[in-house]
């Protein structure tokens, strides 16, 4: 998990200083990797009803920070912040409702807790519910309002909402002859993570010298797809790579090195997956 969570300290600390103290101590004793500490103050944070605290032990347990995976768990510490009425909880549980991840799957409940999300605007969620919609999942079929929803998500940014929105875009682009619009949603999921959109650039750009730099960018997609656990594109991005002059490769290097994330060892590393063949 990364170093962000110290950020919420500094309110903490100022409000309330004697759980502040708690909670400082926690976060410090988590970022050194001192888990079975920190899970021992932040647990009673989290049955007071603190926000970040269940977040936390709900990472642990997902995880296995320090203690086993325990994904049932894990759920009832997110269940709690959902019924608190936090958003991004509540889209979280719709997923493991979804996909039957530490509780028995239920399409009803997971569209009605990605509703509740999507009523206070979290744009995962709103996709989550359109895509349901879209194929009758836990609520009835209906593809206007199913679009109407996955529209609004990529309006809000969210990056699966506008891969989709991209792939649709360029799949009109025969009639509309607007290639740029599907470009620049694919490129807008790339840049915030969309994995199959980095993937899909590399694959669109190699060949569409319409593009400026279109080689360069091409190979640095196909890098950052592999980087975030696309098994299927490794021929490409080599193939990729080896048409740069030394000067593009220089230029790939260059953007590759102010591209490269802060991530923290103990993050979770994505599953390695298809991405141009799912």
């Known amino acids: 998990m990364r170093r962000w969570l110290i950020a919420f300290a500094c309110?903490?600390?100022?409000?309330?200083?004697?759980?502040?103290?708690?909670?400082?101590?926690?976060?410090?004793?988590?970022?050194?990797?001192?888990?079975?500490?920190?899970?021992?103050?932040?647990?009673?944070?989290a049955q007071d009803g603190n926000l970040e605290a269940q977040e936390i032990l709900y990472s642990t347990y997902i995880h296995g920070y320090g203690v086993p995976v325990d994904r049932a768990k894990a759920f009832g510490w997110l269940q709690r912040g959902?019924?608190?009425?936090?958003?991004?909880?509540?889209?979280?549980?719709?997923?493991?409702?979804?996909?039957?991840?530490?509780?028995?799957?239920?399409?009803?409940?997971?569209?009605?807790?990605?509703?509740?999300?999507?009523?206070?605007?979290?744009?995962?969620?709103?996709?989550?519910?359109?895509?349901?919609?879209?194929?009758?999942?836990?609520?009835?079929?209906?593809?206007?309002?199913?679009?109407?929803?996955?529209?609004?998500?990529?309006?809000?940014?969210?990056?699966?909402?506008?891969y989709v929105m991209g792939g649709v875009s360029l799949e009109n682009a025969a009639k509309t002859g607007d290639v740029d619009t599907g470009l620049g949603y694919l490129s807008r999921a790339a840049e915030l993570g969309q994995r199959r959109a980095s993937a899909l650039l590399g694959l669109l750009l190699e060949d569409f010298p319409e593009v400026p730099h279109h080689l360069v960018k091409s190979a640095f997609h196909y890098q950052m797809a592999l980087a975030a656990g696309c098994d299927d594109i490794s021929d490409a991005a080599a193939r990729a790579v080896a048409r740069l002059s030394p000067d593009e490769r220089e230029a790939l290097d260059y953007n590759l090195a102010l591209w490269a994330p802060d991530t923290d060892p103990r993050d979770a590393k994505p599953a390695p997956g298809p991405c141009l063949n799912e």
């Open 82 to 162: 959902a019924e608190q009425g936090s958003a991004r909880a509540q889209e979280a549980v719709g997923r493991h409702y979804l996909y039957g991840n530490g509780v028995l799957a239920d399409e009803v409940q997971a569209a009605h807790w990605f509703r509740l999300a999507a009523q206070q605007g979290h744009p995962a969620a709103i996709y989550n519910l359109g895509v349901m919609t879209m194929h009758g999942q836990g609520v009835e079929a209906d593809q206007e309002e199913a679009w109407r929803l996955i529209t609004r998500a990529a309006e809000l940014d969210d990056p699966d909402a506008l």
């Open 11 to 45: 309110f903490f600390f100022s409000s309330f200083p004697v759980a502040a103290d708690n909670w400082l101590k926690a976060l410090m004793l988590f970022d050194a990797g001192r888990y079975k500490e920190a899970i021992e103050l932040l647990t009673p944070l």
